[in-house]
Every structure is written in structure tokens, then in C-alpha cells.
């Protein structure tokens, strides 16, 4: 049996569980509490802080979290996927 950081890895390989996709109340939930943990204020602040440029030049070593927030947090500058037609 593996140990250390991956530990888990292999044993994940052999699970079947399902899949089930989080609703966007679920993720607003998420984005606002991880929001709160790491700057004590809520999603949407944080939201339109980001798309303003407030965190562009924070570095990530003065405050920890900041990425992982970001990176669940949803951004107006991602393009919208496209209906794809069958060919």
C-alpha cells in the first residue's frame, strides 16, 4: 500500500461511485463560504473585486486561499460554450 501525498491515489482507481454534478446553489454555497474563510467577505463581493482588478497584483503568499478561491469562483471573462451542430 502506497503512503505519503499519494496514498489515495491508487485506491480511488477501483471505486464506483457515481458522479453527481453540484447545482448552482450548491456552488454559490461553496464559493461563498471559501470566500468567507479566506477573506471574510462574501462570493459575489469577491466576484466583482477579481473582475474589477483588486486582486491582480495580491501575491498569493500574503494571502493564503486567494487561488483556490479563485479558481472555484466563476469568471465573466471565460467564453460561453457554443452549441455544437452534428455533422
Given amino acids: ?3 505519503g501525498p ?5 485506491a480511488m482507481a477501483a ?3 457515481k458522479i453527481r454534478w453540484i447545482t448552482k446553489d450548491e456552488m ?3 464559493v461563498n463560504k471559501r ?3 479566506v477573506l471574510n467577505i462574501s462570493g459575489k463581493e469577491f466576484i466583482r ?10 501575491d498569493a503568499d500574503q494571502c ?6 479563485a479558481l472555484l469562483a466563476p469568471s465573466s471573462k471565460v467564453a460561453k460554450p457554443r452549441a455544437r451542430k452534428n455533422r
Avoid: C, D, H, Q
Wanted: charged fraction near 15%; charge should be positive.
Fill in 6 to 10: 499519494f496514498a489515495g491515489v491508487f
Fill in 35 to 37: 470566500a468567507r474563510s
Fill in 15 to 17: 471505486t464506483t461511485k
Fill in 28 to 30: 454559490v454555497s461553496i
Fill in 64 to 69: 493564503p486561499g486567494i487561488i483556490e478561491l
Fill in 49 to 58: 473585486n477579481r473582475n474589477s482588478g483588486a486582486y491582480a497584483k495580491l
Fill in 1 to 3: 500500500m502506497p503512503t
